[in-house]
């Protein structure tokens, strides 16, 4: 039985732009992103209508050899400034950039693939989780029983766990008309810039800068995003991507759940009960199908798969 609050998901799935790539700063990520790519890329043949793009992508990686080890590790290859451009024609970087290149990356719709998995499952109940208790969920739809639970609830994991070190960041990104369409192109990342960005049509870009800054309180208002703060985002689009964009954007505002290192937290409780699955910092739409694939088999066979074992909780 799956329980979720609100359709569609009303977490960072809502917000997220569905980039799918396999460059990761820890090498489990690495790994789990790259059987998640290939489940993308099967998504037709085993789940529904595939809503995969393939566009490619570069992760800028200049100051960073351990990153380009493990983005060649998975495939991808070493690129300079010069190929880059041929991929990004108004990008403004020197001939001796380099940048780890996704030729099979790209993107999909979060929420559609979302409806699609629970298709699948055998009984979706909408409610609110209100407490865990051994053998028993409160719900708001009343008490249910359970012998196995997994809390994938992001943000919301500490209200049912509290010592879990799970805070709610706020990201923001930006849809960004062009001035001058163009064909879709690859995702490209700049994490010295903190710039995210992916195309969304032939005219509309989607791009995230300094997309961690601000912090929130689950249950309350958040503060509103400054016009400063877009503008910036703009230019640093225009003065990095050499892409002119008109018109004010329109602002995409999400939150996700973050731990303080920025790795996940993939665990079991000492009940040996309560499975545990949050804190992915922005990552995890790219990850959810080879994540859940392991802990169905470790919920099933009692034994941590060894893709998992990297993500346990830490204090």
């Known amino acids: 039985m799956t329980i979720d609050g609100a359709v ?7 917000t997220s732009t569905g ?5 990761h700063h820890h090498p489990a990520l690495t790994a789990l992103a790259a059987e998640g790519l290939a489940a993308f890329q099967r998504w037709g043949d085993e789940v529904g209508e595939s809503t995969f793009v393939r566009t490619g992508c570069a992760f800028r ?7 380009a080890d ?6 991808g290859s070493l690129v300079d400034g010069r190929a880059l451009r041929s991929h990004f024609p108004g990008l403004r970087c020197p001939d001796e950039a380099l940048a780890v290149w996704e030729d099979e990356a790209g993107h999909a719709d979060p929420l559609q693939c979302t409806r699609q998995y629970l298709g699948r499952v055998g009984e979706t109940r909408r409610a609110f989780v209100t407490a865990l208790r051994a053998g028993h969920l409160d719900t708001t739809d009343g008490s249910i029983e359970a012998d196995r639970v997994i809390i994938a609830t992001g943000a919301w994991a500490p209200e049912l766990v509290p010592e879990l070190p799970v805070r709610p960041r706020r990201i923001v990104w930006q849809r960004l008309r062009v001035r001058h369409p163009r064909s879709i192109g690859p995702s490209y990342i700049d994490e010295e810039e903190s710039l995210y960005a992916r195309w969304e ?3 509309t870009i989607l791009a995230s800068t300094n997309c961690k800054e601000f912090d929130i309180h689950l249950g309350e208002e958040a503060s509103p995003i400054s016009s400063s703060f877009l503008a910036r985002g703009r230019t640093t689009v225009t003065r990095r991507l050499g892409i002119e964009v008109v018109g004010p954007s329109e602002p995409i505002d999400g939150f996700d759940a973050f731990t303080p290192d920025g790795i996940p937290i993939i665990d079991v409780c000492e009940d040996g009960k309560t499975y545990l699955a949050t804190g992915f910092c922005g990552v995890g739409f790219k990850l959810a199908p080879s994540v859940g694939r ?3 088999d470790w919920v099933l066979t009692g034994d941590r798969p060894g893709p998992l074992a990297a993500f346990a909780t830490r204090t």
Do not use: C, E, F, K
Request: charged share 10%; aromatic share 0%.
């Open 8 to 14: 569609p998901p009303s977490g960072a799935t809502q």
């Open 19 to 23: 980039m799918v790539r396999v460059t």
């Open 61 to 67: 990686v200049d100051s960073q050899p351990s990153l």
């Open 70 to 75: 493990a983005g060649i590790a998975a495939g």
């Open 201 to 203: 049509a032939a005219d």
């Open 294 to 296: 392991h802990l169905a």
